[in-house]
């Protein structure tokens, strides 16, 4: 049986390895959106995993150092972080709903194919819901892990996914035009209005 000190560091681990992956992965996508859609999947994903693959393998030799120190075991912030965490899987639940694995890939990004604006469900109440649920994860994880580095992470992914909204942003806006503009007006980007976080 692992003792709760060892399912922290693995955490801390995720989050100062496998997250920074992901953000990397994202933001080659949309960065080279318009030479992927040129070239199609073969190149994007080639190099998206060779991004990757440098991230991973730069973060797993350092990982001792990223992690940084350890704050120790609180069981009051473990629990918050652990039903904060749950709350994201919760999140994504309808989120999943709505999207096909190709869209979870990046398949949008990287062709031309005519694609539908999701606007019913989880998408009528904030533009990104799949980013939001991650956030909220990530906060969760760095909460029960409790290690410098895992805060420090959390940030730096804030950062790094805030800057891949933007860019999708700039994307739907250029797929859809007007029918993105009227829907950003009627519908908040990432933070759901107060009322409106049950419904989610």
Same mark, same amino acid.
């Given at each position: 049986?692992? =003792?709760?000190? $060892? ?8 989050? @100062? ?11 080659? /996508? ?10 199609? +999947?073969?190149?994007?994903?080639? %190099? ?10 730069? &973060? ?8 940084? !120190?350890?704050?120790?075991? !609180? ?5 918050? +972080?652990?039903? /904060? #965490? ?8 309808? @989120? ?23 606007? $019913? ?8 819901? *799949? ?18 580095? &895992? #805060?420090?992470?959390?940030?730096? %992914? ?12 700039? =994307? ?7 029918? #993105? ?9 990432? /933070?759901? *209005?107060? +009322? ?5």
């Amino acid at each position: 049986m692992f =003792e709760l000190n $060892e399912v922290r560091y693995a955490i801390a681990l995720v989050l @100062v390895v496998l997250v920074p992956m992901v953000i990397a992965f994202w933001l080659v /996508i949309h960065l080279g959106t318009p030479i992927w859609r040129r070239y199609r +999947g073969l190149v994007a994903y080639s %190099c998206a995993g060779i991004i990757l693959a440098l991230v991973g393998t730069f &973060a797993w030799f350092q990982r001792t150092f990223l992690i940084g !120190n350890d704050w120790g075991t !609180n069981w009051l912030l473990f629990g918050a +972080g652990l039903l /904060i #965490y749950l709350a994201s899987l919760r999140m994504a639940l309808p @989120v999943r709903r709505y999207l096909s694995f190709s869209t979870f890939a990046g398949m949008p990004e990287i062709t031309d194919k005519p694609i539908q604006l999701i606007t $019913e469900g989880p998408y009528a109440i904030i533009r990104h819901p *799949r980013y939001l649920m991650v956030l909220v994860g990530i906060v969760g994880w760095a909460m029960m892990a409790n290690f410098q580095a &895992a #805060y420090v992470t959390s940030a730096a %992914c804030m950062v790094g996914l805030w800057g891949i909204i933007q860019l999708e942003e700039r =994307e739907l806006k250029a797929r859809f035009g007007k029918a #993105y503009d009227r829907y950003s007006q009627d519908v908040p980007q990432v /933070i759901p *209005r107060m +009322g409106d976080w049950l419904s989610f």
